[in-house]
């Protein structure tokens, strides 16, 4: 068996999956005890690479756990970004499982089964905010470098919305729709326990990214600062994440990220006064040029995202120049505080 990196707490399980695709070494497989079988949050991608499609890692895990595959029930996916689902077809083709993912989650499907119409809308959106032509070809290319970690694309069994109390060993879990890094994103809430499992909602030592992407959420900094704030109320002692290793200090950990949030929205802003800017112009101007082309295509994306919060503030707007890129002009001087607190 392949070996992989063990956490157990009393029925939970963190396996820790290789992956290796964009700098992404690992993403974590929780293994829940679930009566006579088990509940997999999250499962790692298939290796086309591998003679197994990687599959030893996931029965290496569920050994670790005292289980095999044979008795997995049920996948649960926080997300449907392909290092957290790219496994899940080829695991319910074996198990027979039930699959439960956000209802929201379809969007992310079909852009794995239209991949040609999601690069042609990204190649668009990269066109009208100033991304040159060669630069932005190569960027709208990412989804390309994940499809063949992808098993197959199938739609959840079980369709969540946020809200449902799941039974899983005996512990209720609630299920907590997290939109933000991914409009579909679910965390799993254990009161009992004071345990969440975060999928990538909530990470130790990075902000997961927010990216903006025409068709899916309008303003996905607002839905993850707000989705935040939400958790923090429930105030965990233990948060299990999708990358990492498991930590404590939710609320403290949350704090931090909302403070860096706010103060690169003011940074965004208070440039946008200056001068007006593309957004091609401010990811220069602001961020140090990454060298691959996955940073990159993050720095722009979150910059769409700030760029989208302090629009539906009220404080920027756009135009068009000649050339058709949109250029941000400031519209106010309030506060940026303010508008987070009206908004």
Known sequence: MTRVAIDRDDGLTRVALPIGVNAVDSVNMHVLADG???????CGVWRPDLPDGGLAAVEGGLEAAGYALRDVTRILVTHAHIDHYGLAGRLMELTGAELAMHTLTDLDCEKYRHPD??????RDTYADHGVSEAERTDLADHLTRWLPYLYSVVEASRRLRGGEVLDIGGDRWEVIHTPGHSLGHVCLWSPA??????????LPAITP???????????PLRSYLDSLRRIADLRPVQVFPGHGRPFGDAVGRIDAIVRNKLRRLETIRRTIQD???????????????????????????ETLAHIAYLRWSGVVERRSRPDGVYEWYSTGDAPLETAVRSG
Not at 117 to 122: E, G, P, V, Y
């Open 36 to 42: 006579a079988g088990v509940t997999l949050v999250d």
């Open 117 to 122: 119409t999601a690069r042609a809308r990204r």
């Open 193 to 202: 326990r004071e345990v969440l499992l975060s999928g990538d909602h909530l």
């Open 209 to 219: 990214p927010v990216s903006f992407e025409r068709g899916f959420d309008a303003d």
């Open 275 to 301: 001068r007006p800017s593309s957004v091609m112009e401010l990811t220069d101007r602001l961020v140090v040029k990454a060298v691959l082309a996955h940073q990159r295509q993050l720095a722009i994306n």
